[in-house]
């Protein structure tokens, strides 16, 4: 195996070649988790694996057959209502575990998130959803002061506690909502192992990959990080003195596919790897230290690796896409710049212009 064979495998098994997955519930199991902090681009990043449009994962959403919580890390996620409830339960002793200091900081202990969250299940209850400042106002109204940060870190320690995640959008509003009522008429998937699960679902649709990386992924310690891969029988291979693990003996592709990809900041193809050494053309490395960390950038992708960056900005009826290069690009990448620019005014369902510098 090479560096090219693994990103050749990576861009199969993320599902930007030869996807085979037919909805938005589907594409977010495989994965197990995605990240999205950013709606807007975590949106685009299912919808151009899929081939679907941003009315259709916004419409998957608010039916809740996906789900958005903290999960994993304490930061946003997709995740699917079958998988919340064990991955949650697997999870987030060890957010807990980062969010102590700061919780303490803010005087929040455990007593003040059960009287919190007992507050939340009942104002929920009955199938109810709320935004966050209304959840915020409830508390208040019920003697919990949530002055401050103290509103997020009550809200999201009840995510944690696996009692609520995302409801439907009220206009762009987001609401939250009881876990049990939004998947109540889905089957819970209940592992046998959950830590296996987790692991198969990481390498799955990210491999190669390192055990360094599905520890920055899901949050979890190396030594969970090497049980899950023996459980799973996992194969590897060294690549470049690092060790790569994959699910199985895959005939890897010799030739990354020679196509270009608008990637939205923190994709899973950039932000789920602490190594990020492959994504990078060596010519280019100097780059990355005077614009920081590719990973958390919107990446123009060629052929596998960040070629440079791209920023969109949303107007009324258009949607304006500003593209900068590490280096010249020729006719065509430009030409394939203009082609995924145009698909993704088409996502959004508005009028499109690129502005190059």
Not at 57 to 82: Q, S, Y
Not at 275 to 293: A, C, H, M, W
Request: net charge positive.
């Amino acid at each position: 195996m090479t560096a090219q064979d693994i990103l050749a495998q990576r861009l199969t098994n993320q599902k930007f070649v030869a996807n085979n997955l037919n909805s938005v519930a589907e594409l977010v199991g495989w994965f197990g988790a995605v990240q999205s902090q950013d709606y807007q681009g975590a949106k685009w990043a299912l919808g151009q694996r899929l081939g679907v449009r941003d009315k259709e994962i916004e419409e998957a959403f608010n039916e809740g057959k996906i789900l958005r919580t903290h999960i994993m890390r304490p930061t946003w996620h997709f995740v699917t209502p079958a998988d919340i409830s064990w991955m949650q339960k697997l999870t987030s002793h060890r957010v807990n575990r980062i969010m102590s200091y700061y919780n303490k900081a803010l005087g929040l202990d455990r007593e003040f998130f059960n009287k919190a969250n007992g507050i939340i299940v009942a104002a929920l209850s009955g199938g109810k959803f709320l935004t966050r400042l209304e959840i915020g106002k409830v508390l208040e109204e019920n003697g919990i002061s949530i002055k401050g940060q103290k509103l997020g870190h009550v809200v999201s320690q009840a995510e944690l506690d696996t009692l609520i995640c995302s409801g439907p959008r009220i206009g762009k509003q987001f609401t939250y909502a009881l876990i049990k009522d939004r998947v109540s008429k889905i089957k819970e998937f209940i592992p046998q192992n959950p830590l296996a699960e987790l692991v198969k679902r990481y390498f799955q649709s990210h491999g190669p990959a390192t055990v360094r990386d599905f520890v920055w992924w899901s949050g979890l310690t190396t030594a969970d990080a090497r049980k899950g891969i023996e459980e799973n029988m996992l194969k590897s291979e060294n690549v470049d003195g690092k060790k790569y693990f994959f699910l199985e003996k895959s005939k890897f592709e010799k030739l990354v596919p020679n196509n270009l990809l608008l990637l939205p900041n923190y994709d899973e193809y950039t932000i789920a790897y602490q190594d990020r050494e492959v994504l990078i053309n060596p010519s280019d490395t100097y780059y990355f230290k005077d614009q920081g960390n590719a990973a958390f950038w919107n990446a123009i992708i060629y052929r596998g690796v960040v070629i440079g960056m791209w920023k969109r900005t949303f107007g009324i009826k258009e949607l304006s896409v500003k593209a900068k290069f590490f280096k010249k690009p020729n006719v065509e990448i430009m030409e394939q710049l203009q082609q995924e620019t145009e698909k993704l005014g088409r996502f959004f369902d508005l009028k499109v212009s690129l502005l190059l510098p």
